[in-house]
């Protein structure tokens, strides 16, 4: 029986197998705008930015609190363990939408791997794209920690080679790994925020 729990030991067990990727053929689409339902992270101060608009603050609805001045307070958006995204892709007039839930209910599940033929919008762990270009990127990579955190050169170097439009590491990312994709990917990093809405 194993007993040793440093950290070095931990990120030794680690095994990183890539699995062959899903082909997914998919017809292109005019738009792609993706709503953050729940994230780790809220902040009402956050300003928009590139593909990101962030919940209007002056549109937050009103509850009443009985200990403050007036009587009530802003029903503002909440942060909680957890990553789900609502996506909206519209085609033609047309609009489907699809959930993407990871963490919200006790069936919750993580998505691991999405390839599309155009263009690709992915949401997940492990991101295999081929040949074709990657345009966005949202989701929790899991690189915090102890276990994970070695691993964070390696999937910085991973992501250059993807070389994503957007980046919008999501969740459990980790704060170590969210501050070294802002500085390798500043043009591309965006802070990811519950009620942010991504118009692709």
């Known amino acids: 029986m194993c007993t040793d729990d440093s950290p070095a030991s931990l990120a030794a067990a680690v095994r990183h197998e890539v699995e062959p990727a899903i082909e997914i053929d ?18 009402v101060l956050m300003t928009d930015q590139g593909p990101a608009r962030r919940a209007d603050a002056a549109r937050i609805p009103w509850r009443p609190l009985a200990m ?8 503002s958006l909440i942060a909680e363990h957890g990553f789900s995204v609502l996506v909206t892709v519209a085609k033609a007039g047309q609009e489907h939408r699809f959930l993407f839930d990871a963490g919200t209910s006790p069936d919750g599940a993580g998505f691991d791997i999405i ?15 081929g040949d ?5 990127l949202l989701g929790g990579f899991h690189l915090g920690g102890p276990l ?16 994503p439009g957007v980046l919008v590491p999501a969740h459990c990312t980790g704060w170590r790994a969210q501050h070294a994709m802002s500085a390798r990917f500043p043009d591309v990093y965006v802070t ?4 942010t809405s991504f118009l692709l």
């Open 26 to 43: 998919l017809e292109p689409a005019d738009s792609v705008a993706v709503v953050t339902l729940m994230d780790n992270v809220t902040d």
């Open 68 to 75: 403050m001045e007036e009587g009530r307070a802003p029903d």
């Open 115 to 129: 390839e599309e033929r155009q263009p690709s919008f992915l949401f997940g762990r492990s991101v295999l794209t």
């Open 132 to 136: 074709q270009p990657l345009y966005a």
């Open 148 to 163: 994970f955190e070695p691993l964070i050169p390696r999937v910085l170097d991973d992501l250059a080679a993807l070389n």
């Open 192 to 195: 990811s925020a519950v009620g």
